[in-house]
């Protein structure tokens, strides 16, 4: 594995070359220092009364921002200071492709804004748990902060990270993971973890309002050191083949976009929320999610700024129950470790789940011929994102129309979401697939035709990612299998389209799920 010993060994080569303790800057003229792809200013340090030259070490890691960051705050006020970003190897069933995409970009964001106020990030790529007690060894520093990984890999690392530092003289300061209420606090009040929502939420609500956001530092007493290695070294942007290249013109990863985003939805989208939200027509839900994935805004944050908004009750209730799902699920991956890989519901066996590679590509890249379906897939391809209803779509034709395999869904979905949140993503595909707490009936197959006329009915969402469908009235948008021959023929659909021929009848494969569900088999029934 790959540890950066140039990277620590430049920044040590760069500390020792100083014959005095690292202060805060005063104005005054700076010299440029390189880094990565960006040029800084760097004002000339008088001395300190500090005894190190490094008093704490910053692990950045799901909290890209400046603001509401307590490990930051923290740190700033212990003195001088070292922000670092660790690129860790991929991690085995979330591949998070499109995400390490949105990452590279809030990182660079936060480079930016972090060397504006004295303390450039350093990037390096390896374990966190050799790395960093290496790093606070040779550079004699005594404390490390970070905020709480609540995902297995995450939690795995930290607390490897934390025996590795056992019987060095550095403290490991965790703080709790941003949630309203952090998911290791509620079950202290009871025997078992929570497996309904409802009552999770209204136990969860008795402990708001949170504590008030801290402001972000004004000024860092950090080092400026040699080029290190970024992101896009590590290929977290795509070349050859570019496929972020309208994610690009979409998305405004970063600190900056994750509170224009916020301010834009509770100004004009937040009023007609509950009614909209599903509609696809319009972007209507808030878009925050890879925002929040990524720890550009912080939870507590939203929260207050909600609280501020003038937008009706109604309105603001339904958004905040939609954070209380992300609370929800991250209560259930901290209290369910195997989450991604193992059914909740333990007492009802798995059914036999189908191997179908034409199929699962054909999904995977919108080429079904179910309208609705493949133009979520496509947009996911496209944007990385996909709004909540198609997600449901999408995600119930997988598992039940084409009985495959939930976990290959979930895996995809991780591999393609720029807003991929390991415990979001599992207790939802837990919850379509009829295995998951406080989870869908498995007899609730969501049907795409209806689905399409009731939330999509002018076919706008269907043609904006399907142009082929573009010459088919919207009667037959979501169906264009049941329209007559020859309007498919002038409106350019070709003899051998899937939208002639979808690859699953809905009738029979819907009537093949019930039939697997009810008898844990795959029953022989040929839906296509
Ligand atoms: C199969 C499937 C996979 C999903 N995978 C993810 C994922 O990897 N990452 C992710 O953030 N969300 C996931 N969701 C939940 C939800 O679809 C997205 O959070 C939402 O669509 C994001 O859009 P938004 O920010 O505009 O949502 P809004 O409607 O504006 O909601 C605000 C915030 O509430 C949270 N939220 C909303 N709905 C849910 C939900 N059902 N479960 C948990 N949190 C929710 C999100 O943080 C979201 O940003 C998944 C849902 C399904 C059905």
Redesign the pocket.
């Known amino acids: 594995m790959f540890q950066n010993p140039l990277a620590i060994h430049s920044l040590v080569r760069a500390l020792q070359k100083r014959s005095r303790p690292i202060a805060s800057p005063p104005a005054g003229n700076g010299r440029t220092h390189r880094f990565g792809r960006q040029s800084f200013q760097h004002p000339p340090k008088p001395p300190t009364k500090s005894e190190a030259f490094i008093s704490s070490i910053v692990w950045f890691r799901n909290n890209l921002r400046l603001s509401d960051n307590p490990p930051l705050r923290e740190a700033a006020e212990r003195g001088p200071l070292l922000p670092v970003f660790i690129g860790e190897p991929s991690r085995g069933a979330s591949p998070e492709g499109a995400r390490h995409w949105w990452r590279a970009r809030s990182l660079r964001c936060l480079d930016h804004s972090l060397s504006r106020l004295g303390a450039p990030l350093l990037f390096l790529r390896g374990d966190p748990a050799i790395l960093l007690p290496d790093l606070a060894t040779r550079l004699k520093i005594d404390k490390i902060l970070a905020m709480e990984a609540i995902d297995p890999d995450g939690r795995r690392t930290q607390s490897r990270l934390q025996s590795a530092l056992s019987g060095k003289p550095v403290e490991f300061h965790l703080f709790p993971a941003d949630y309203l209420v952090p998911p290791a606090g509620l079950p202290a009040e009871r025997r078992s973890p929570w497996k309904v929502f409802t009552p999770f939420w209204q136990r969860a609500q008795s402990h708001l309002p949170p504590p008030l956001p801290l402001p972000a530092p004004d000024r860092l007493d950090g080092i400026p050191f040699p080029r290190s290695e970024t992101p896009e070294d590590w290929g977290w942007e795509p070349e050859k083949p570019d496929w972020a290249a309208e994610m690009r013109s979409f998305w405004d990863p970063g600190e900056e976009g994750a509170r224009r985003r916020l301010n834009a939805f509770l100004e004009k989208r937040l009023k007609n929320y509950a009614v909209k939200?599903d509609f696809l027509d319009e972007d209507t839900?808030?878009?925050?999610?890879p925002h929040?994935?990524n720890g550009e805004i912080s939870i507590r944050s939203v929260w207050w700024s909600l609280r501020e908004s003038t937008a009706p009750e109604e309105d603001r209730a339904k958004?905040l129950s939609?954070?209380g799902?992300?609370e929800f699920?991250a209560h259930l991956m901290w209290h369910h470790p195997d989450l991604a890989t193992q059914p909740l519901q333990k007492g009802r066996p798995e059914i036999a789940w189908r191997e179908d590679p034409s199929s699962l590509l054909a999904w995977q890249k919108g080429r079904t011929g179910i309208p609705l379906v493949d133009a979520g897939m496509r947009q996911l391809r496209r944007l990385g994102f996909?709004?909540?209803r198609v997600?449901?779509v999408t995600?119930s034709f997988l598992v039940k129309n084409l009985l495959i395999d939930w976990r290959k869904g979930r895996e995809w979905?991780s591999d393609n979401?720029v807003?991929?949140?390991p415990a979001?993503?599992a207790?939802?595909?837990q919850w379509?697939s009829g295995y998951g707490a406080d989870a869908a009936p498995w007899f609730r197959i969501f049907n795409p035709v209806l689905q399409g006329e009731k939330f999509d009915p002018e076919g706008r969402y269907v043609k904006t990612y399907l142009p082929e469908l573009a010459r088919i009235p919207p009667r037959y948008l979501h169906c264009p299998w049941t329209a007559p021959s020859s309007l498919l023929d002038n409106a350019g659909i070709g003899k051998d389209s899937p939208y002639r021929n979808p690859i699953v009848d809905l009738g029979l494969s819907r009537k093949r799920a019930l039939q697997a569900w009810t008898s844990g088999n795959t029953p022989d029934v040929t839906p296509s």
């Not at 839900?285 to 999610?289: E, P």
């Open positions: 939200r839900s808030s878009l925050l999610s929040l994935a958004f939609e954070l799902w992300r699920s996909l709004p909540n997600r449901m995600a979905f979401l807003d991929h949140d979001n993503n207790a939802s595909w379509i």
